[in-house]
């Protein structure tokens, strides 16, 4: 009999995604931090001790890494840089839900997302964060 296979509590994952297309083909790069640890749910933590028996610490951890970064960027190529703009909590919140699906398959969860940096080369999320900016003031002003 295999020896019985720890979930880890707490592992964070930190991630350098470069060129990750959007909905609309525009390749961000992205800095981040993923933190995931056992489900809650006790159910999803013992369907993936049996997921992973045999497995060690690290090699779960990898598994956990490759799973996350996958879907990382499978929810940034369904969504646009408006909607990234938007609602930051509704960003966060479906790249959560995306990762979270298959994270549940080896009995793990999101605990947190920490986006650092959003970037892309040519220079759009820029332009949108200054048009954004310009918007905000002139709505302001009017309202004063």
Request: overall charge negative; proline content about 3%.
């Amino acid at each position: 009999m295999e020896e019985p296979v720890e979930i880890p509590t707490l592992v964070v994952l930190e991630f350098d995604f470069k060129e990750l297309p959007t909905k609309q083909d525009i390749s961000l790069n992205i800095t981040a931090k993923i933190t995931v640890g056992a489900s809650d749910e006790q159910q999803v933590l013992e369907n993936g001790k049996r997921a992973l028996s045999g497995r060690s610490p690290l090699e779960i951890e990898q598994i956990a890494q490759d799973m996350v970064s996958q879907d990382f960027a499978s929810a940034i190529e369904m969504i646009t840089i408006e909607d990234i703009n938007r609602n930051k909590t509704w960003f966060l919140n479906h790249c959560s839900d995306i990762i979270g699906k298959r994270l549940g398959l080896i009995g793990l969860q999101v605990l947190d997302i920490d986006v650092i940096d959003i970037t892309d080369d040519s220079g759009w999320i820029e332009r949108a964060g200054a048009r954004a900016l310009a918007e905000a003031l002139k709505n302001r002003e009017k309202n004063q």
